[in-house]
């Protein structure tokens, strides 16, 4: 296809015939995929150069993080020999009809075990916000973004084994804490203050750790969406990103605000409308109630993604990577959104396109769930503040073939 005729691209080949078929908990990587028995055509709708950028970042950062340590999922690989295929793609697809035929060459697609059913996940979307900001505290800005504070450590779990330590009743790999000293002078690991204390008892006050003051109920989505874009007045900018969590979990808020929004009606706007306007002078009683709270860095250009790359708007996915690996190749199919000025969702055609692995979220656990970054600024939040649908996710897998060949010394030459 002409890439001057059309803004969007229609580009069709096989994928997956999603079949609703119940299953049971899924608990490894190797389960969390099934290779479809039938196929059909599918489409991408977005411009081929975001894909490519989304690519280029990908490939850049597991070139500095990738190893040979083979992953089991029903094809067994290292990402350093996925990303062998990523460099394929990369150099051999200029155009998206080339990079479809690339994937069919080297790669099979794989259905997720999704949420209730095979294929079929809940799918939310963020974005990176554009918000308003002071360097000293005001009575508008008063809410201070920290960075990390210097005794923050992490404790990974899975280097206290069960056989030494006993049972550790939790699947997650690395908690944030603390550390201080006792009475008797001792190095001891104790909890990071909660969002509570934090925002609203000074625990981290007078320490120097201030990035910049916000809004509270800006900061407060801005710790949700990990990363945005901070201007002050003289009209100079910057972007905080994501450097650490608390390691408290995370509570959605809006699960706390059901008798004030319908289930139906629940959004990142609407949440906002009843927090400016119910809890507009007394946000202790509700903000804490989501206790886990993001330090954040100054970083250089766009929003950073868990991978290190900047991330690419509706093409970096973040995933739980107990499941899936960063860096992987995927597939969106979820339906188009658009958003009246009254804020009512009307759902028409379906969108499809290719998606990267990229990032993860405390609220992205499980093979069911999956977030979708969809861009910056007012566009971004219109759309992501409603998306919460079923959508339908597959991976690419490298094909045995193409995988004996490039363990055999051979190149993937370009045809």
């Avoid at 554009?130 to 360097?135: A, Q, V």
């Avoid at 280097?159 to 330590?165: G, T, V």
């Avoid at 906002?272 to 306007?277: D, M, S, Y």
Wanted: charged letters at 25%; proline letters at 4%; aromatic letters at 10%.
């Amino acid at each position: 296809m002409n890439l001057q005729l059309s803004k969007y691209l229609h580009i069709t080949t096989l994928l997956v015939v999603f079949f609703g078929c119940s299953h049971g908990p899924v608990k490894t990587k190797k389960e969390a995929l099934l290779k479809p028995k039938k196929v059909v055509r599918y489409e991408d709708h977005l411009e081929v150069q975001s894909l490519q950028s989304a690519l280029k970042n990908t490939i850049k950062q597991l070139e500095l993080t990738a190893t040979n340590e083979l992953i089991d999922y029903p094809v067994s690989f290292s990402m350093n020999e996925y990303l062998i295929f990523l460099k394929y793609l990369n150099k051999c697809a200029r155009t998206s009809s080339e990079f479809i035929t690339r994937v069919n060459e080297v790669f099979s697609p794989y259905i997720t075990f999704g949420k209730d059913q095979f294929g079929e996940i809940l799918l939310t979307s963020y974005y990176e916000p554009l918000i308003n900001g002071s360097l000293k505290k005001t009575k508008k800005y008063s809410t201070p973004l920290y960075k990390i504070p210097p005794n923050l450590v992490e404790v990974k779990i899975s280097q206290f084994e069960e056989a030494l330590y006993g049972p550790i009743d939790t699947s997650r790999k690395v908690i944030s804490a603390q550390l201080t000293t006792d009475n008797y002078g001792n190095n001891i690991v104790t909890p990071l203050p909660s969002r509570g204390a934090i925002d609203f008892e000074g625990a981290l006050a007078n320490q120097q750790l201030e990035i910049v003051y916000v809004d509270p109920i800006e900061a407060f989505f801005l710790h949700i969406q990990g990363s945005g874009r901070v201007i002050l007045s003289n009209g100079k900018s910057f972007t905080v990103g994501y450097h650490a969590q608390n390691g408290m979990k995370y509570e959605p808020i809006g699960k706390f605000l059901k008798d004030d929004i319908p289930k139906d009606k629940m959004s990142l706007q609407s949440i906002e409308k009843v927090l400016r306007t119910k809890f507009d002078n007394k946000l202790e009683e509700i903000l804490p109630l989501n206790p886990s709270y993001i330090f954040f860095k100054k970083i250089d250009g766009r929003a950073r993604t868990t991978l290190g790359s900047e991330v690419t708007d509706r093409r970096t996915l973040a995933v739980d990577t107990g499941f899936f690996n960063l860096g992987l190749l995927a597939h969106l199919d979820y339906p188009k959104l658009d958003i009246t000025d009254d804020g009512a969702v009307e759902r028409e055609e379906r969108i499809q396109h290719f998606v990267i692995n990229q990032d993860t979220g405390g609220a992205i656990k499980t093979t069911g769930r999956a977030d979708l970054f969809w861009g910056s600024g007012e566009q971004g939040k219109k759309v992501a503040g409603h998306m919460r649908h079923m959508a339908k996710l597959t991976y690419f897998l490298p094909k045995q073939d193409a995988l004996d060949r490039i363990r055999s010394g051979k190149q993937l030459a370009c045809q």
